[in-house]
C-alpha cells in the first residue's frame, strides 16, 4: 500500500510526498504535515482565547485513521490528502461497507471493514472503537458555523471525505460554548447539527429536520424539546 500527502495552490504543486512506510510512521509523519499546513485564527471567549484553525485537528485525525483502517487492502491504490483552495479530501480504496451510505453514516450501527487493524490500532491508542469517529468529523466543521463534511463523491470503488474551506462563524461558536459550559457537557451531534441546519434555514420542520440528519421524527423531535428547554 502507498499513502500521498499533497498540497495545491491554483495549479501549482507546493507539497507532493508520497510515502510506503510503516502505518503508524506515516500517520504520524501526515499528522506533521497537516499542522505546518493548516493555520488558525483566534477567538476571544470570556477571559480565553481560542485557536480556530483553517480545518478542525481531530476531524482530519478521524478521517485519516478511518482512511487506513476502513480500507481495502486487497486493492491496489493509495490513500491520498489533498488540500487545495476549495478545501481538504481524504480518500481510500474500497466504497462503503456493506449497509453503510454517504447518507446514513451519522445514525448507522458502526462496524469495520478490518477488525483485527482496528483492534491493533484501539491497542496503541490511535482509536477507541466506540463508532464515533465520523460524529468527530462532522463536529469538527459545526462548532465553527461551518459546512458540513462532504462523502458524496464516494462510488463503489473509493471513500472520499471532502471538508470545505470556509470562514467560521465566531457568534454561532461562542453560542455553542456558552451552552455547554452552562450545561456542563458537550452538546450531542444530534443536536450540533440540528442548531446548524436552524442556522442555515432559519425556518425548517421536524420532517426537514429528521431527512437531513437521518433519525426518525421521534428521536428529532425530543432532542428539539430538550434545546428548546435549555
Not at 165 to 184: C, S, V, Y
Request: charged letters at 25%; aromatic letters at 8%; one cysteine or more.
Amino acid at each position: 500500500y502507498k499513502a500521498s500527502f499533497q498540497i495545491l495552490t491554483g495549479t501549482n504543486v507546493r507539497m507532493n510526498e508520497t510515502s510506503n512506510e510503516p502505518l503508524v510512521r506515516i500517520i504520524e509523519k501526515f499528522t506533521t504535515y497537516f499542522t505546518a499546513w493548516n493555520p488558525e485564527k483566534e477567538m476571544e471567549y470570556v477571559f480565553f482565547r481560542i485557536p480556530v484553525p483553517e480545518f478542525n485537528v481531530s476531524a482530519f485525525r478521524e478521517g485519516l485513521l478511518n482512511a487506513f483502517c476502513h480500507r481495502d487492502y486487497t486493492q491496489l491504490g493509495q490513500v491520498r490528502v489533498l488540500i487545495e483552495d476549495e478545501g481538504m479530501t481524504i480518500s481510500s480504496q474500497g466504497g462503503f461497507i456493506e449497509g453503510v451510505t454517504s447518507e446514513n453514516l451519522i445514525s448507522v450501527e458502526p462496524h469495520g471493514r478490518n477488525p483485527c487493524l482496528a483492534d491493533v490500532l484501539k491497542r496503541i491508542g490511535l482509536v477507541e472503537k466506540t463508532g464515533r469517529g465520523i460524529d468527530r468529523i462532522f463536529e469538527g466543521s459545526i462548532l465553527f458555523g461551518r459546512p458540513w463534511p462532504d462523502y458524496s463523491e464516494s462510488t463503489s470503488t473509493i471513500v472520499k471525505l471532502f471538508i470545505p474551506r470556509a470562514n467560521p462563524d465566531m457568534q454561532f461558536t461562542k453560542m455553542i460554548a456558552d451552552e455547554q459550559n452552562k450545561k456542563g457537557r458537550l452538546l450531542s451531534i444530534n443536536a450540533l447539527m440540528i442548531l446548524s441546519l436552524i442556522r442555515n434555514e432559519r425556518r425548517i420542520t421536524a420532517e426537514h429536520l429528521s431527512e437531513a440528519v437521518h433519525l426518525n421524527k421521534t428521536r428529532i423531535i425530543s432532542t428539539i424539546e430538550s434545546l428548546v428547554e435549555s
